[in-house]
């Protein structure tokens, strides 16, 4: 009999924290590294939040939550998808979860079954495959192309729909593309959903808060007012309010959906961290001003990143709508040598012999479903982002 289970069989570990790992590795050799692997602001949570948090401990909120969420985070959930979605969500029909993360796992968890699918659009996060895959159910994909911005049509997502799909996740704006649905986007995938009552809606609008230039930001039961009653719409405060460690998320839906991830939670964690819960008030409730300040300096690091890019030779990067991500095509430096004599046969190799020629970290594409392509994160300081795409320029130019 194996000691572990045979669950772990099923799923691989993320490559997205295997490149932060590496780069940390060789940055301890000594190493000049620069990592553009990791997915959170490089900004510090703003001081209200922090000053909500010691208040909170001072006045003794250091007990267990109840499990969904203390009642005033839940309040100011439901709060915000009225004032920033036009969504009417009741208290109740929140949930606040140990990050964005536990609440994509539970909500599998208290779904899926043997055989149903879920359908992800590729490139994906890397968790959701794994994630489906851990709570027993079957991923299948849904293809996009560059030319269509790495977001998924409707007659894509008609095709990958069967009679066993229970979900279908959205992310936008997207990790990895950057990708961000317009409403007309969103429009074309809920009339293909109106046609399958039996596809629920799970969109992770995690980035919601990072889109630029005139881009409006919409989610989906937003758009398609009939999808109410089939979509969890999920958040969390990490991305939005650089609070990646504090490790809030949260969603709202239908009530038993909600019910059921209750249960899940109550055997699990009893409910994330009273204090967390507390400062995650204060950046819902309280002044905003940060969100349009990073904003900005997000949208310069994109315009440099995407600009210096486009001029290495042979790669070929779109200009996303959001996130912090951009999610560039090596394809036509595929078959070139290296400087270690290696051949590049694909977007692994290329990241590996970027890595170890210019001690540039970043994620290739296959493992988010799709290359030959690689992801950079630019939350870093743009001169960071300058040494690093003058280094990728060089790379590329001294492939042969
Ligand atoms: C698309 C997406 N969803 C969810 C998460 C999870 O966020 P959290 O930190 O709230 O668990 C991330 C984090 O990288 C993400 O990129």
């Not at 208290?91 to 359908?119: C, H, R, S, Y």
């Not at 694909?346 to 170890?356: A, K, P, R, V």
């Not at 594409?365 to 003058?390: D, K, M, W």
Request: glycine share 8%.
């Amino acid at each position: 009999m194996a000691f572990l289970a045979d669950a772990l069989s099923r799923v691989k570990p993320s490559a997205t924290i295997a490149v932060t790992q590496k780069a940390r590795e060789l940055k301890a050799k000594g190493r000049d590294v620069i990592g553009l692997g990791a997915g959170e602001p490089d900004f510090d949570t703003p001081d209200n939040i922090k000053n909500a948090a010691i208040e909170a401990i001072h006045r003794g909120e250091t007990k267990y939550p109840p499990v969904s969420g203390i009642a005033p985070l839940r309040e100011a959930i439901a709060k915000k998808f009225k004032r920033e979605n036009n969504l009417d969500y009741k208290p109740e029909q929140t949930i606040v979860g140990t990050g964005g993360k536990q609440i994509l796992f539970n909500a599998f968890m208290a779904t899926l079954n043997p055989g149903d699918e879920v359908v992800i659009p590729t490139p994906y996060w890397v968790s959701y495959p794994e994630m489906v895959l851990l709570c027993g159910g079957t991923p299948t994909f849904a293809a996009t192309t560059a030319a269509n911005g790495f977001k998924v049509t409707g007659a894509a997502l008609e095709k990958a729909i069967t009679p066993r799909t229970k979900w279908l996740v959205l992310n936008s704006p997207s990790n990895p593309s950057g990708a961000a649905y317009t409403e007309a986007e969103l429009r074309e995938i809920a009339d293909v959903l109106l046609k399958h009552p039996q596809v629920w809606v799970l969109t992770d609008d995690m980035y919601e808060h990072l889109t630029y230039g005139d881009f409006v930001f919409k989610t989906i039961a937003e758009v398609e007012p009939q999808l109410y009653s089939r979509t969890l719409t999920m958040n969390g405060v990490s991305k939005a309010y650089a609070m990646t460690g504090w490790r809030i998320g949260y969603a709202a839906g239908p009530i038993e959906l909600i019910k059921a991830m209750d249960m899940i939670q109550g055997q699990q964690t009893s409910g994330a961290c009273t204090i967390a819960q507390w400062a995650s008030v204060e950046a819902l409730n309280g002044p905003q001003d940060f969100i349009a300040k990073n904003k900005a300096i997000f949208q310069a690091r994109r315009d440099l990143v995407v600009s210096m890019l486009n001029q290495a030779r042979g790669i070929s990067c779109p200009s996303p709508e959001g996130a912090f991500y951009v999610y560039p095509s090596c394809a036509d430096l595929v078959g070139k040598k290296a400087p270690s004599g290696k051949v590049i046969d694909g977007d692994e190799t290329f990241c590996s012999e970027l890595l170890e020629a210019e001690g540039v970290a970043v994620v290739f594409g296959s493992a988010f479903g799709l290359g030959p392509n690689f992801r950079i994160s630019y939350a870093t300081s743009e001169t960071l982002l300058e040494e690093a795409c003058t280094r990728i320029q060089r790379f590329t130019a001294s492939l042969a």
